[in-house]
């Protein structure tokens, strides 16, 4: 199964590529081409002034044709492509799994509590450990 690398950013709603311990993990989620008319790739709708997608944006918004959709429903319908080292066992492998986050608890190192962070959640597909792709927080 060879999953397909994004040409470039403008294909994908979201990106990362990081080191977590021994593991590695390059993940990313591909934009889907509009329900309706199957021309181009769904987006944000861009700013007029600047010309730039809208960050905050509730909804994407088919360049050709107009359709909207919500952006929640929308993203929650993608699936996310993993490029994967396991941690656990340095196992290397490629996963694709609904990009659907979940809130999992992970330890504050400064001050010891448990926080809650939405990510990706997958098992290794060797020793079925449970890897977590999170989103970046500043201080831990």
Known sequence: MALKLPNSMDECIYFTNRTMGSGKIKAWVLKAKCSECKKDLMSKP???KT???KIRALEYLCPSCKHTEEK???EEALTACII???PECSHQDEIEIPNKKKNVPIINEKTGK???AKALQFLCKKCEAKINVTKKMKGL
């Open 114 to 116: 448990k926080v809650y």
């Open 51 to 53: 010309g730039k997608p």
């Open 84 to 86: 994967y080292t396991c």
């Open 46 to 48: 861009k700013d007029p």
């Open 72 to 74: 929640k429903a929308y």
